[in-house]
């Protein structure tokens, strides 16, 4: 993507299901969690490049021993920043105390980190301050053993000042309204309230104090917990959390919109936010992966025993779309697949907008994540090419020469390696115009292919701002003299904000939006965007669930098509001399090339949740009003 979006997160949980005592027998080391950790945060680094976390429990522990650990990192590389910092500490314990080497039962006591119960978390920035405070994962702790709550998530609630509302309301003064806080208090109040009921109901039973703690962890119900907790939660999630005493979770929401896939044998049971790194970490079938459900929590005790259990209701699953276009691995197979047809799909378009004159386009792509969606359009381009070779060779009626035949069959997509994506810049300059030369050099080109008789197809998964487009690589791709830049994006247009988890808050960022303002303005539509936004002002006392998307009326002004065209003058200028296309892809072959993944709302603003709408309205009187806040 050219450019660079964030708030997407990652989740790894394993919990080892046998003593240390045989890891260490059968792979070597009493380590094997914290080394399959590492692997499983660093194959998921693509989720999350801003920060990280990593925190352990250790399993039936004698009071005065510690049991939790936990290290977070902001470091310009912070997986590795974590488990250098790990790997330190282990060998600076095994230096001072040789004795421990061998012996797994002295590692677990007096070593941290060691354990059988592990979270770790990738971070990209949300809104605001990128401080290692607001790094997962975070910790409520408490001397309660079982009152120690740890959290993680890949997750963003669209109503969290009803969620903080609520805490005051049952008496708690939260430290912040940041939602990651305002989740783990919830749950935390739960989890203390029930464990002081068995606590009272135990000591009825005739237990002493002592003898409690043990019952509590064996009675402790934690999906009965993580219902109360997430009863009014309303957003996309994929919640992990540790409980002191050794319980684990995982949490996905509703309609599916965050992903979670685990795995489980007699060994261990591991979750992650991507199926292929499971299947890598521990060289597992893909069949063996499996989805955790929506609504639903793989929940596993300090026994060993694990168990799915619906939490919430499932509503109309609708898995978000972007997760298969950009933030997850291409590795996964199906993922693969369908970003393959995201190319294949576009291609009529295409080749429409070429005249068919393959022989005198080039066709290339946007680094990295469009590479998949490129192998998809070169092969649809083949296919196009073999059938007119056929004919050819049928219309020539076994009169052809072996040289015409050659020259036939010789045809074929030209393929470039054109846009080169050369250094990551840092904006140390503020001066608006030198910082744009610095931005429009991102990029670099492969000077040498193209003719000025070419055509230059370049396809990106999708446009979100088109600053990147425009300032450096429509510019970089003019100095080739092509006669026309055909930029294609393997996503539809992004027209409205995101608020489960990806950072597209703000509508007038959108070039899509732009784009039918201009033409609002173009067309004396533009008393429109009054009107929307007075509809929009009358719905900010209604309850989200009464909440229209008004915003749809905007758009609804004007073909896909006429905004595709307007795209493409905004992102061009009076000095680039190649004419510029945009062809985006219909919302119809996006459903057809992720049929699981039906999650839309960015390009339809049809959102899975009452509380999407609520956001786009916010976001609209933002905009109108001039307001520079997020909407949710």
């Excluded at 168990?307 to 919430?312: D, E």
């Excluded at 905004?563 to 062809?583: C, F």
């Amino acid at each position: 993507m050219s450019d660079a979006l964030k708030h997407e997160c990652g989740i790894a949980q394993i919990r080892l299901l046998k003593p240390l005592e045989f890891y260490k027998e059968k792979y070597g080391s009493a380590f094997y969690g914290v080394n399959k950790m590492y692997l499983l945060m660093e194959k998921q680094h693509n989720r999350g490049q801003d920060g990280a976390g990593f925190a352990s429990i250790k399993l039936d522990t004698q009071p005065g021993e510690r049991y939790i650990s936990r290290v977070r990192s902001i470091a310009q590389q912070p997986i590795q920043d974590i488990f250098a910092q790990i790997n330190e500490r282990i060998n600076k314990e095994f230096a001072e105390n040789p004795e421990y080497v061998d012996n797994v039962e002295l590692q677990k006591k007096n070593i941290p980190y060691i354990g059988e119960v592990l979270l770790g978390h990738v971070r990209y920035g949300t809104f605001g301050k990128n401080s290692v405070e607001s790094v997962h994962p975070f910790l409520r702790q408490n001397n309660w053993m079982h009152r120690n709550l740890i959290v993680a998530g890949n997750f963003n609630m669209t109503n969290v000042n009803e969620l903080f509302d609520g805490l005051v309301r049952i008496g708690q003064h939260p430290k912040e309204k940041a939602d990651t806080i305002t989740i783990m208090e919830k749950i935390g109040h739960f989890l203390d309230d029930a464990v002081s009921k068995l606590y009272k109901k135990l000591k009825k039973e005739g237990y002493s104090k002592n003898e409690c703690s043990a019952l509590i962890a064996e009675r402790l119900n934690v999906a009965k917990i993580l219902k109360k907790a997430s009863k009014n939660w309303d957003g996309g999630y994929a919640m992990a959390g540790l409980l002191g005493h050794g319980d684990s979770f995982v949490l996905r929401d509703p309609a599916g919109i965050r992903p979670a896939y685990y795995y489980k044998d007699d060994e261990i049971v591991v979750v992650a936010s991507e199926r292929p790194v499971i299947q890598t970490v521990f060289n597992v079938d893909f069949e063996d992966v499996k989805e955790l459900e929506p609504g639903h929590a793989i929940i596993t005790k300090m026994s060993g025993e694990v168990a799915i259990k619906k939490i919430l209701e499932p509503l109309e699953r609708k898995a978000c779309s972007f997760e298969r276009i950009y933030f997850s691995r291409g590795s996964d197979a199906e993922i693969y697949q369908e970003r393959k047809n995201l190319g294949k799909f576009l291609m009529p378009k295409v080749l429409e907008a070429i005249n068919n004159d393959t022989k005198n386009t080039v066709f290339s792509y946007i680094p990295n994540t469009a590479e998949t969606s490129f192998f998809g359009m070169i092969e649809t381009v083949e296919e196009h090419l073999n059938k007119k070779k056929t004919q050819a060779i049928l219309d020539g009626n076994g009169q052809l020469s072996a040289e015409a035949v050659t020259n036939i069959l010789s045809e074929r997509p030209r393929i470039e390696k054109i846009a080169i994506k050369d250094v990551k810049l840092r904006t140390f300059i503020t001066e608006d115009s030198s910082r744009d030369d610095l931005v429009a050099h991102v990029y670099d080109v492969t000077y040498g292919v193209i003719k000025p008789t070419d055509n230059l197809v370049i396809i990106d998964d999708s446009i979100v701002r088109g600053t990147t487009l425009k300032k450096s690589i429509i510019k970089m791709m003019d100095r080739l003299h092509p006669k026309k830049i055909i930029v294609v994006s393997s996503a539809p247009q992004i027209r409205y904000p995101d608020c489960y988890g990806i950072d597209m808050a703000r509508l007038e960022d959108l070039i899509a939006f732009r784009a039918m303002l201009e033409l609002l303005e173009e067309n004396n539509k533009y008393h429109l965007v009054q009107e929307v936004y007075e509809k929009c002002k009358a719905q900010v006392n209604l309850e989200d669930k009464d909440v229209r998307n008004f915003v749809k009326d905007l758009y609804s002004q004007f073909t896909a098509d006429a905004i595709s065209d307007k795209i493409a003058e905004l992102i061009s200028n009076e000095n680039i001399n190649a004419e510029v296309v945009t062809i985006f892809q219909p919302i119809e072959n996006l459903h057809k090339a992720c049929p699981k993944n039906l999650g839309d709302w960015y390009f339809t603003g049809n959102y899975p949740t009452v509380g999407g709408n609520r956001v786009v309205n916010r976001a609209f009187i933002n905009f109108f009003e001039g307001n520079k806040d997020r909407a949710y």
